[in-house]
């Protein structure tokens, strides 16, 4: 979608004007994962318009393959405006929440449906990620996840990020039904508990048994992963925030990247934790992410020196040790 942010703070009602920008929680990671260095394929649809022409030419600036994204010349390319505060996780919102507004009812991307996504696309690489979101924006979306999902000798490996969204009024059991579907599952404490009722990450992993991973999110207290027989608990580090939105799909992005690299499942948290470090300290939902060198010495920090860490704007341009 095109991400409209106020030039100023305060409620909508009150902002005049509006700075443009890219956002969705797909394209967030694949930019993200490609700017860390990795191969990415976008798969979406966007509209023959001027939206979608600049959407395209963002998302293939970052190095994302765009080519698996076609035109809808029926149908808009998806808008929405929101305000930089952290997203809630029930419809009441509250203090310090992000306004945010859709429109996308009726877009190219709630287009989407099972025959309008190619196998040798979805499956081209070693991980297919997919969101919740996508299952909420129509009928057709929420088939094509099911498809996607479903357990079929040859697919890569499914990643799936809950991202609830109170205001899609996404369906609580069809979300962990999904999660159920995929190899690894990332989801927030809150969200778990606000979907499901669950309490804590031990919880929902007994509640997401199927899944080889679950990476259950637990804010500025850190991350817990459960996987091959390990649960593996790792603080995040201290982080100055400039603006919360996109810290979810970074983290996400890290761990990801992570996995694609083979390193232990201590040091992808880790890497999970610096990506939405480098998007907590930026104003947009996207962040220049530290170099590989970088990010690899700060995520080598023996404990003590992990747990002194502080992260502000601009860190991800600094050496460790400079």
């Not at 005049?16 to 994962?33: D, K, M, P, Y």
């Not at 809808?72 to 992000?98: I, K, S, W």
Request: aromatic share 6%.
């Amino acid at each position: 979608m095109i991400a409209f942010v106020p030039d100023r703070p305060g409620a909508l009602a009150g902002v005049g004007g509006f700075r443009r920008g890219i956002g969705g929680a797909e394209s967030n990671v694949a930019c993200t994962l490609a700017r860390a260095g990795h191969r990415v394929r976008w798969i979406s649809r966007v509209g023959a318009d001027g939206f979608g022409d600049h959407l395209l030419a963002e998302i293939a600036a970052s190095g994302v393959d765009v080519s698996a994204v076609p035109r809808d010349p029926h149908r808009p390319t998806g808008v929405y405006f929101r305000t930089a505060g952290e997203r809630a996780t029930t419809l009441a919102g509250g203090p310090g929440h992000a306004e945010v507004v859709y429109y996308r009812a009726g877009s190219a991307a709630s287009a989407l449906a099972p025959g309008l996504v190619r196998r040798r696309d979805a499956w081209s690489g070693r991980i297919l990620h997919l969101t919740g979101i996508t299952s909420a924006l129509s009928a057709t979306c929420l088939a094509l996840l099911h498809r996607l999902t479903d357990r079929q000798a040859g697919r890569p490996l499914v990643s799936f990020d809950v991202n609830h969204r109170p205001a899609l009024r996404q369906d609580p059991e069809a979300l962990l039904g999904l999660a159920r579907g995929c190899d690894l599952v990332f989801v927030g404490e809150d969200e778990a508990a606000a979907l499901w009722g669950l309490a804590g990450p031990d919880a929902v992993r007994a509640a997401l048994p199927e899944p080889a991973a679950v990476v259950v999110k637990q804010g500025a207290a850190g991350a817990t992963v459960f996987g091959g027989g390990e649960r593996v608990a790792v603080p995040a580090p201290a982080v100055e925030v400039v603006a919360h939105v996109g810290a979810g799909d970074a983290f996400a992005a890290g761990y990801l990247s992570a996995a694609l690299r083979g390193l232990p499942l201590a040091l992808r948290l880790r890497h999970g934790h610096l990506l939405a470090a480098a998007a907590l300290t930026v104003p947009g939902d996207l962040a220049v992410p530290p170099s590989r060198a970088h990010a690899d010495a700060l995520a080598a920090l023996d404990d003590a020196a992990w747990g002194k860490l502080r992260l502000s704007a601009g860190w991800t341009r600094e050496e460790v040790g400079a």
